[in-house]
Structures are given as C-alpha cells and as structure tokens.
C-alpha cells in the first residue's frame, strides 16, 4: 500500500505568516491528493482536491500545489481560525491512505 | 443543505456487535459513492470501507484491518448508509464518520461532506 508521510507533524507560526505543510507518498499518485482541514470534535473539511483544486467556499489563502510524490498546502496569511489538523489523503486507487496529520497552532 | 448524520455507536465488549447507521438529507444518496472513515482517540484517520451508488454492479471495498468482519451497505429509498461490524476489537474504538465520495470512478476517491461522527468503544 501506498503510504503518505506529513511534515512537520505539529506547526507554530503567528497570525500573518505564511506556513507550508508537506505531503510525500512513497509512490507516484499523479494528482490524485486531497487536503482537510480537521477542528475539535468536528468531522473533516475538505480544502483542496486534485492536489491543487480548492473546493467551492475555501478561502483564497488556502493552495495546494505538487503531483507524483511531493505535495505542499500552503496558507498565505495565517488567520486564528486556521487552528486545526491538517490531513492529506491519497485516492488513486484502493485502498485510501491518509497523512498523520499536521497539528497547526498559532504563537 | 447537505446532512450526514451517524449513528448507533456506544460501549461493546470484544467479540460483540454492532451497527452504524448513517442517514443523508439534502442530496439524492443513490447518485453517490459512500464512505466510512474511522478516527481513534486522539489519532489521525483511517479509511474503513466504500461502497459504490447502487446496481447489480455494486463495487465494495475494504481496509484489511476489517475485512471479514465489518460489511458496508446501503438502502437509497431510505437514504441511509450502514456498517454491520462484527467480532469487534479493542483496535476498533473510534470514532466512526460517513463521508460523501467526488469520484464517480468505481474507486473510492475524495470525500467532500462528512458527518459529525458517532464514538465506539470496544471494552469489557
């Protein structure tokens, strides 16, 4: 199975700044990635598909670029209400792989 | 408004059963492929199971941490989704979420609504 790999696993950065998650897969998926965006005790929210697609209702700040193995979601300017996880997720085939998660905080 | 909604989870001891339910609205569930998607205490997702939109040509997929043991299904006339688990291990306490699937493929894909979740917990 195709394994995803986050990093880093956990974020501090202040309001304003632009942060970087990456995503690798341990093999070519094309543009087959996902990203979500994870809050306490929520359901996940989906940001961006076909590794750079951002989903109706996104915020702007919000990009995702890469495609084969290297993925990175970027958000621009840094907001409060960006605290979460972040998760990348395969879907070229099955079965479905997601990253570990990319906890996200503000300084 | 798109509404998925789960249910049926709680406290069962190792070996037993249980059934989740999860019940749309806002959508036509016969149009789209369905997933479950687990989240254990305090650690990241794992995708369960998929299951295609409906037809004699029904495609179904499963995690290898539950095949054999967990089965996906579906009822469109009553826009709900299921998940019979069975044989059920103390690595099965999670939180279990529905979630709509984009692809359209036969191969599950990206998930664009979830729902809010229902919690099991495998203990004696």
């Known amino acids: 199975d195709i394994q995803m790999t986050q990093s880093p696993s956990s974020l501090s950065a202040s309001v304003g700044d632009r942060v970087t998650i990456t995503c690798r897969a341990s093999?070519?998926?094309?543009?087959?990635l996902a990203w979500y965006q994870q809050k306490p005790g929520k359901g996940p929210k989906l940001l961006i598909y076909?590794?750079?697609i951002l989903q109706s209702g996104v915020p702007s700040r919000f990009s995702g670029s890469g495609s084969g193995t290297d993925f990175t979601l970027t958000i621009s300017s840094l907001q409060p209400e960006d605290v979460a996880t972040y998760y990348c997720?395969?879907?070229?085939?099955?079965?479905?792989?997601f990253g570990q998660g990319t906890r996200l905080e503000i300084k | 408004e798109v509404q998925l909604v789960e249910s049926g989870g709680g406290l069962v001891q190792p070996g037993g059963s249980l059934r989740l339910s999860c019940a749309v609205s806002?959508?036509?569930?016969?149009?789209?492929?369905m997933n479950w998607v687990r989240q254990a205490p305090g650690k990241g997702l794992e995708w369960v199971s998929y299951?295609?939109?409906?037809?004699?040509?029904?495609?179904?997929y499963y995690a290898d941490s539950v095949k054999g043991r967990f089965t996906i299904s579906r009822d469109n006339a009553k826009n709900s989704l299921y998940l019979q688990m069975n044989s059920l291990r103390a690595d099965d306490t999670a939180v279990y979420y529905c979630?709509?699937?984009?692809?359209?493929?036969?191969?599950?894909?990206?998930?664009?609504?979830w729902g809010q979740g229902t919690l099991v917990t495998v203990s004696s």
């Open positions: 299951i295609t939109s409906s037809g004699s040509g029904t495609t179904i």
């Open positions: 997720q395969k879907y070229n085939s099955a079965p479905i792989t």
């Open positions: 093999q070519g998926i094309s543009n087959y």
């Open positions: 076909g590794a750079s």
């Open positions: 979630a709509r699937d984009r692809s359209w493929s036969g191969n599950p894909g990206y998930f664009d609504y």
């Open positions: 806002g959508f036509t569930l016969s149009s789209y492929e």
